[in-house]
Nanobody
Framework: VQLVESGGGLVRPGGSLRVSCAAV????????MNWYRQAPGKARELVAV???????NVVNAVKGRFTISRDNIKNTVYLQMNSLKSEDTAVYYC????????????????WGEGTLVTVAS
C-alpha cells in the first residue's frame, strides 16, 4: 500500500495549484486522509483533514484559500490551493489511515513521499 502524490510545481504569488494523492494497493477502506506540509527549516505541520464520511477542515493559516476534498471511489484526496503566498512554499505530504484487505483486517498509517510546491515570482 502506498500514497502517490502529484501536482506540485512552481506558481506565482496569487496563483492556484491543485495537488492530488491516490492510495493504491490492497485496500479495504481509506479512513482519514490528510495533508501536511514542511517548509524549509521548519517542522512538519498539519494543513487539512478529511474523514471517510466527507467531513473536512483546514487550519486557520489557509482558511478561505485552501480546500480539501476526496473521491472515495478513487481513494484519492485533493488539496485545491488558491491565492497562494510565498509562505505556502513547502513540501506537501499526504497522510492516510488505511484499513487493509488482509485477514484479519489491519489498520495502517501511511505517508506519501511529498510533492514540492514553490510560490515565487
Amino acid at each position: 500500500v502506498q500514497l502517490v502524490e502529484s501536482g506540485g510545481g512552481l506558481v506565482r504569488p496569487g496563483g492556484s495549484l491543485r495537488v492530488s494523492c491516490a492510495a493504491v494497493g490492497t485496500i479495504f477502506r481509506v479512513n482519514d486522509m490528510n495533508w501536511y506540509r514542511q517548509a524549509p527549516g521548519k517542522a512538519r505541520e498539519l494543513v487539512a483533514v478529511t474523514t471517510k464520511d466527507g467531513s473536512s477542515n483546514v487550519v486557520n493559516a489557509v482558511k478561505g484559500r485552501f480546500t480539501i476534498s476526496r473521491d472515495n471511489i478513487k481513494n484519492t484526496v485533493y488539496l485545491q490551493m488558491n491565492s497562494l503566498k510565498s509562505e505556502d512554499t513547502a513540501v506537501y505530504y499526504c497522510n492516510a489511515d488505511i484499513l487493509l484487505s488482509s485477514t484479519p483486517p489491519r489498520d495502517l498509517e501511511v505517508w506519501g513521499e511529498g510533492t514540492l510546491v514553490t510560490v515565487a515570482s
